[in-house]
């Protein structure tokens, strides 16, 4: 049976999982979540999502939610094709876990508020929050800084092969450029480790929206 992706097509998060599955070469069925009827807060929605959120994936009846898990999950299942994705080694693992991290704890916080502010919010006819903005964009920059220390001596943040680390990061870097916010091309390490990992086939292939593959 098909996998089966339950999600909006242009959402951060959604593409993060479809970039995953196109580095696992996992065809995949995309079923769009009907945002004008307010699907995803149905009960039928929410018996598979609680949170009311997107994405997730049906494997043959395996439900499972949160972008980042089923990142993991596709990677670990089909670790025999597609680009590695999660080392095997101890110290690699480490390393890697490290890497991870760093994305959900120092770039994540501030970099989702800033996009919310000045692109959810526009959408919506809302007026972004500008001090807010200044005040997530100074701290994403600090933190940055840091990003180009360890992208200065390694390829990639968990040393010199792509892993889920980096992956994890596209949806949110290319949402700074949407928000108006160029922090990373004056970082050259950060500069240099965006349009590589940016270029990568499977992310280009669902920058402007998700397609089913299968």
Known sequence: MVLKLHAFPLSTNSRRVAAVLIEKQVPFELVVIDRAVNE?????YLKKQPFGQAPYIDDDG??????????RYIATKYANQGTKLIPTDLKEIALFEQAASIEVTNFDPSVTVIFWEN???????????????????????????????????QKYLAGDEFTLADLFHLPYLLGLYQAGVNIVDNKPNVARWYKDI?????????????????
């Open 119 to 153: 692109v959810v919010k526009l959408r919506f006819g809302l007026t972004p929050d500008k001090d807010l903005v200044e005040q997530q964009v100074k701290k994403l920059d600090a933190k940055l800084d840091a990003y180009d220390v360890i992208l200065g001596q």
């Open 198 to 214: 940016s270029s990568r086939p499977s992310w280009v292939s669902v920058a402007n929206g998700i397609t089913s593959t299968a």
């Open 62 to 71: 395996f439900i499972l939610f949160e972008s980042r898990a089923i990142s």
């Open 40 to 44: 995803h807060k149905s009960a039928d």
